[in-house]
């Protein structure tokens, strides 16, 4: 399991290169949280929402329910967003939300998350593996812009 950690965020170094300044990068490294903060209909952006996440390819994903706000505003084609790293008012970065269906990614972020997460994950586990299963939770990416 620590090979494929290490292989993971290696993947994720490589894939960062040029998407986001350094200094978000190194702080995407250490983090625990991120804070998003999406598009209203006023086109103002929301309070920041901490979330736990995962970062694969170039994007950062989250696990939430599909009645979120987050959610919400990127089905009614609302997919601005801030990504704050490490605290709301930490190093941030413009991105794009999308809904993502890839049972496989969500499977690779659970593993994540039992690792990253791993106080927590005990108590969340079983709404996460079925949620993903039942759709009351839904992956959503956010690249950078």
């Known amino acids: ?5 290490i292989a993971l965020a290696l993947c994720t170094r490589i894939a960062w290169a040029g ?18 903060q999406s598009e209203r209909a006023s086109g103002t952006l929301g309070a920041p929402a901490e979330i736990w996440f995962y970062v694969e390819e170039g994007a950062v994903y989250v696990g939430t ?12 084609g ?26 496989a990614l969500a499977s690779r ?9 791993s106080e927590g994950w005990k108590r969340h586990e079983k709404g ?9 939770r839904v992956l959503v990416r956010y690249r950078p812009k």
């Open 65 to 76: 329910r599909p009645t979120s706000w987050r959610v919400r505003r990127i089905k009614a």
């Open 19 to 36: 998407g986001v300044a350094p200094e978000i990068e190194k702080a995407l490294d250490a983090a625990q949280y991120v804070y998003i």
């Open 1 to 5: 399991m620590r090979a494929i950690t």
């Open 109 to 117: 972020l659970m593993d994540d998350f039992a690792h990253k997460y």
């Open 78 to 103: 609302r997919t601005r967003a801030r990504i704050a790293v490490g605290k709301a008012d930490g190093p941030a970065f413009a991105a794009t939300g999308a809904l993502v269906k890839d049972g």
């Open 128 to 136: 996460f593996r079925e949620g993903f299963v039942s759709g009351d």
